[in-house]
């Protein structure tokens, strides 16, 4: 019986859940072919990007051997795309050995994803970018925090206790809230008043989440607050050296430890791939999700630049959409392989949640015209439910 090789480059969020779509409804065989399906990803394992937050506070393991998540039925490959040829339906790739090979495919997505955006290294801090990152960040604050149970300066020990946030996204929002927490917790069980750690969240916009309710804005805002954050809008960090950071207002903060938390970027091995990409380093695709010029190439996640054709709006760059894409994505690939009719993207429910500490959280959505707001234990269970199902994990101890 001859094959139909699928192949799907990048092993995050939009890719595994791409693997898991198409394998559950396109089954094994599809028109009398036999389905392939290779999943290519330089790491032998999934990261759990948006928990990048997790092995900064604690020991927290984040990652998932992509055999575990697929532990049959698929071809795992570890390897860095270099090359896609669409007119001969090839991609060219180096394994993990260094050695260049090629393989040839019916169907192609490309769900490379997205990289953390890290300022220049003469900026100073730390970028929230890995999992190297978030271990050198856990081992900065705990250091600090013995220097200053020890410190008899004052203003020094005030420095080693107080941490800045640079970027008030998602990711700088539950990474402060987790550290207010963690960082408090280690402060209070040596014996001193917690109040001594400050937490510094820095926004360049007027207020947090400005894509939602301004009443979710000030909720989420009030949650931080009473965790001991301070939230700065319309302030940028510009820079951080010894110890001092320079705001964009022209004043200046002391801080034992600066963090980076500015968002995702295309990653930019779409622009070595060959794939057309808009000005932002996004690849283009239609409603379908086929990249344009091509054939039989798609592309879901934080890569491409994804428009509800009703709506005109442009998808989010976050788990809930991966999520979606890959589910319809599937059903797209067996209509175009069949000759039906493929669905057309839609924009998600107007859904979001934040992790704000062990157990605590808030999710917000906007149904029948209304603002559905739950916080507390439930609202971190819905979060916690988010960063599970987007992983393909069914059960986690993690707080």
């Not at 260094?98 to 019916?106: A, K, L, Q, R, W």
Request: glycine share 10%; charged share 20%.
């Amino acid at each position: 019986m001859k094959e139909l090789t699928c192949i799907v480059i990048g092993g995050g969020y939009a890719g595994i859940n791409a693997i898991k779509s198409i394998q559950k409804l396109c089954k094994e065989v599809i028109g009398g072919r036999r389905l392939r399906l290779v999943l290519i990803d330089k790491n032998s394992y999934h990261l759990r990007k948006v928990l990048l937050f997790k092995p900064a506070v604690n020991k927290n393991e984040i990652t998932v051997p992509l055999t575990r998540l697929f532990p049959n039925g698929i071809e795992i490959v570890q390897a860095t795309v270099t090359k896609i040829n669409s007119n001969v339906k090839s991609i060219l790739y180096i394994d993990s050995n260094g050695n260049e090979d090629e393989m040839n495919y019916d169907l192609l997505v490309s769900a490379v994803g997205s990289v953390v955006k890290k300022p220049d290294s003469s900026k100073g801090g730390i970028a929230l970018s890995c999992v190297d990152d978030a271990v050198k960040i856990r081992h900065i604050w705990q250091t600090n925090v013995k220097k200053a149970l020890t410190e008899t300066n004052a203003i020094e020990r005030q420095r080693l206790c107080t941490i800045a946030v640079a970027g008030a996204g998602l990711s700088g929002i539950e990474t402060s809230a987790e550290l207010a927490y963690s960082v408090q917790e280690l402060v209070k069980q040596s014996g001193f008043d917690p109040s001594l750690v400050s937490i510094y969240l820095f926004n360049s916009k007027d207020r947090l989440f400005p894509n939602g309710p301004e009443k979710v804005s000030e909720k989420l805002e009030n949650k931080l607050l009473n965790l001991g954050i301070t939230v700065i809008h319309g302030t940028k960090v510009m820079k951080e050296k010894n110890g001092i950071l320079t705001l964009s207002n022209g004043e200046q903060l002391s801080a034992g430890l600066c963090i980076w938390t500015l968002g995702q970027i295309p990653n930019s091995l779409v622009n070595n791939l060959g794939l057309p990409t808009n000005s932002e380093g996004h690849v283009m695709v239609d409603e379908c999700y086929r990249v344009q010029g091509t054939q039989y190439v798609y592309s879901i996640g934080d890569c491409a630049r994804i428009v509800d054709p009703l709506t005109g709006l442009e998808d989010g760059k976050t788990c809930k959409e991966a999520i979606a894409q890959a589910e319809r994505l599937a059903k797209i690939l067996l209509a175009d392989l069949e000759g039906g009719r493929a669905p057309s993207h839609k924009s998600f429910v107007e859904f979001f949640c934040f992790g704000l500490g062990p157990r605590d959280g808030m999710a917000w959505v906007r149904k029948w015209g209304l603002d559905i707001i739950l916080t507390g234990k439930l609202g971190w269970q819905i979060r916690k439910w988010t960063w599970n199902s987007a992983s393909l994990i069914k059960e986690s101890n993690e707080n």
